[in-house]
C-alpha cells in the first residue's frame, strides 16, 4: 500500500500500527484503523482505504510508549463455499503506557484491562478461531516484552466475555527488543521476537478452523442413545453443527448376510429425536419465525420434516423442534433459502445454503424388526 | 373371483429391495387343504410353492402362489416363513424373525372343479383285452402325460381299481 506509506511518512508517527477494516466477507477492506504514538501519547485514527487517504476521528488514548491494534476477526464461506476473513465492528487496543502498564482495550472507548507490568513492547492479534469448535479458539493474542523477555497472554471468548490467561514466557534467545504478533495464513500464530540483529519465529500449532477445504455438506457428527444425545458436525458452510437433544432412539443392524444383500443404504438408522439445533458461524439478527421460514429440512426420501417450532438459544444456536423425525434414516438434508428477513449481526444476508446430515459415531442397537400385523388372500379377477 | 395371492401386512416399513424379496420365495411355506370333490367332504393337503414376492406398500407384501388356488380351500390357510431361509428385512435393515400365521380366506368362490366324482364305464372288451373308456363332467387338460400315472390294479377276478389324477 505505497498510499498508506506515504499517509504514515506524512505525519511522522513513531511506532505506529495498522489494522483493517473489512466488514463484508466478500469486499476488501473499508477502512484502516491506525494508531500511533505523537508526542508520547497513543492515538487511533480512521482513514477510508479509497484514495487518497486521509485520517479522521482521531482518539486520544494517554501516555503511551507502544501502541498495537488489530480488528476482532471471524470468517466464513461465500454462496461459492470459499472462505474469506471479515471484521466484527471491534477494534482490539494494545498499549504500553509510559509507566510500563500493559493493557488492552476492546474498543477504543472501552476500559483498560491490565496485563502486565514493566512491560516495554506490545502487539495484538486476534487468532484463528475454529468454526465449530469452540474449544479451538486462539483467542486475542498479546505478545509483549517485559526485562527482555517475551511473554503471550491470550484472552478467550467464553459466554461472550473474554477471559485472560496466566502470562506464559517464550523461550529466550537473548534479550528481546522488539515482538510482533500476526496471524499465518495457515492457521498459526507467528510471533517474531527481535534479539538486537537476530530475529526468531514462534509459530503455534495449527488451527483447522474446518475450511481448509471446501465442505459441500454435514461431514460428520456424533449423537448419543436414548437420552441426553447430540449431533455435532465439523463443518459446512454455513451451518456450523447440528444437534439432536432429548430422545434419541438410534439403531443399526450390523447383520453381516444382510449388509452384502442390500443395496441402498450400509447402515439403517433410525432417528427420533425432539430436538435438532442448528449452531452457525456467526451470529443471526432475525426472528426464529424469519429462519425457520427460509428452511426446508426433508428425510432422505425427500419426505418433508416438519419443524413444530423455533426456539433461539442464543446469538447463533437455534433449537428446530420436530416430532417426525423417525424415519429420517442415516441421513437428512437441510436446505435454506436466503431472505432478506435473515441476516447476520453486521447486515449481511445470509446467503442460501443446502447441507446434508449424516449419523455415525455411537453405539449401533439392533433395530426392532418389522412384525406382521395380518395375513390374507387378496381375491384377484382371472379371465 | 380367483384367488392366488396372498397380503402380509406388517408394522413397519419394509426393504423394498427386490433382490431381497426375490431371495425369500422358498422361506415361505403354505398348507391347506382343499376338496377333492364337490359332492362329498373329502380333502386333500396342498403346499402351493410361492412363485413371487411383490412389494406393495411401504408396510405390505403380496406373495403368489403357483399351481393352485385358495377358491376351494376348506379350513384355514397356514404361512410360515423361516427367517433362515429368507431375507426380508425392514427398511431399516433389521431381518423379520420367522413366524407362523393362520387365516381364514375370505370372498372365495367355489369353482366347478374338481367335477363330481366322475365314473368308469366298460365300453367293449376286444379279445381278451379289455379297453376302458370314461367320461368327465368338466374339460381336463389335452396333455396326454396327465394320464400316465394311472394305475391299474387288479383286486380279484371281477373286479380291476384305476386311481389316478387328471388335470383340468
Given amino acids: 500500500m505505497p498510499a498508506l506509506s506515504k499517509l504514515l511518512a506524512k505525519y511522522r508517527y513513531s511506532e505506529s500500527c495498522v489494522a483493517l477494516y473489512k466488514p463484508n466477507v466478500t469486499q476488501p477492506p473499508t477502512q484502516l484503523a491506525i494508531a500511533y504514538i505523537h508526542d508520547g501519547k497513543g492515538y487511533i485514527g480512521y482513514a477510508s482505504t479509497a484514495v487518497p487517504y486521509a485520517l479522521s476521528d482521531t482518539v486520544l488514548l494517554g501516555n503511551c510508549k507502544d501502541i498495537s491494534v488489530c480488528y476482532d476477526t471471524r470468517w466464513r464461506a461465500d454462496a461459492d463455499s470459499n472462505y474469506h476473513i471479515y471484521t466484527p465492528d471491534l477494534l482490539i487496543i494494545a498499549s504500553v503506557d509510559t509507566s510500563g502498564l500493559l493493557s488492552v482495550r476492546l474498543g477504543e472507548n472501552a476500559s483498560k484491562i491490565n496485563l502486565d507490568t514493566g512491560a516495554s513492547k506490545c502487539s495484538v492479534i486476534r487468532g484463528w478461531k475454529h468454526i465449530s469448535d469452540a474449544s479451538i479458539d486462539q483467542g486475542i493474542c498479546v505478545a509483549y516484552i517485559k526485562k527482555g523477555s517475551v511473554y503471550i497472554r491470550t484472552g478467550m471468548l467464553i459466554n461472550d466475555k473474554y477471559n485472560w490467561g496466566a502470562a506464559i514466557k517464550l523461550q529466550s534467545y537473548g534479550y528481546a527488543t522488539d515482538v510482533n504478533v500476526t496471524r499465518t495464513n495457515d492457521y498459526r500464530i507467528s510471533i517474531t521476537v527481535s534479539y538486537g540483529k537476530t530475529s526468531k519465529m514462534f509459530l503455534s500449532d495449527r488451527t483447522f478452523p474446518g475450511n481448509t477445504v471446501k465442505n459441500e455438506f454435514i461431514a460428520a457428527q456424533q449423537l448419543a442413545i436414548m437420552t441426553s444425545g447430540y449431533i455435532e458436525t465439523i463443518s459446512t458452510r454455513d451451518i456450523s453443527f447440528i444437534e439432536g437433544i432429548g430422545s434419541l432412539k438410534l439403531s443399526v443392524d450390523m447383520s453381516g448376510e444382510y449388509i452384502n444383500l442390500q443395496s441402498y443404504s450400509l447402515f439403517g438408522w433410525n432417528v427420533s429425536t425432539e430436538h435438532i439445533s442448528i449452531v452457525t458461524m456467526f451470529d443471526i439478527d432475525s426472528t426464529p419465525e424469519a429462519l425457520l421460514s427460509a428452511l426446508y429440512i426433508s428425510d432422505i426420501n425427500g419426505m418433508q420434516i416438519l419443524v413444530e417450532r423455533i426456539e433461539q438459544v442464543s446469538k447463533n444456536t437455534f433449537k428446530l423442534y420436530t416430532s417426525n423425525m423417525q424415519h429420517a434414516y442415516d441421513e437428512a438434508n437441510i436446505k435454506f433459502t436466503s431472505s432478506n428477513d435473515v441476516k447476520d449481526v453486521i447486515g449481511n444476508v445470509v446467503p442460501s445454503f443446502e447441507a446434508k446430515v449424516f449419523l455415525r459415531g455411537y453405539i449401533p442397537v439392533p433395530p426392532t424388526p418389522p412384525e406382521v400385523v395380518s395375513v390374507i388372500n387378496v381375491p384377484t379377477e382371472v379371465t | ?168
Fill in chain 2, 1 to 168: 373371483m380367483w384367488s392366488k395371492h396372498i397380503r402380509i401386512t406388517l408394522d413397519k416399513p419394509i426393504n423394498r429391495n427386490q433382490a431381497l424379496l426375490d431371495a425369500s420365495l422358498n422361506a415361505f411355506t403354505i398348507t391347506y387343504n382343499t376338496k377333492l370333490f364337490v359332492d362329498d367332504s373329502s380333502v386333500a393337503k396342498q403346499t402351493p410353492k410361492v412363485s413371487a414376492i411383490s412389494y406393495e406398500t411401504e408396510t405390505s407384501i403380496v406373495l403368489s402362489i403357483s399351481d393352485y388356488i385358495l377358491d376351494n380351500v376348506v379350513g384355514d390357510v397356514v404361512v410360515e416363513y423361516d427367517k433362515t431361509k429368507g431375507s426380508l428385512a425392514g427398511s431399516t435393515g433389521s431381518p423379520i424373525e420367522s413366524f407362523i400365521k393362520v387365516f381364514e380366506p375370505i370372498n372365495l368362490t367355489e369353482r366347478q372343479q374338481p367335477a363330481t366324482r366322475e365314473t368308469i364305464k366298460l365300453l367293449q372288451r376286444v379279445n381278451n383285452n379289455m379297453d376302458i373308456m370314461f367320461t368327465v363332467n368338466s374339460s381336463i387338460s389335452s396333455d396326454t402325460g396327465s394320464f400316465n400315472s394311472f394305475i391299474v390294479s387288479i383286486e380279484n377276478a371281477l373286479t380291476i381299481t384305476v386311481s389316478g389324477t387328471i388335470k383340468p
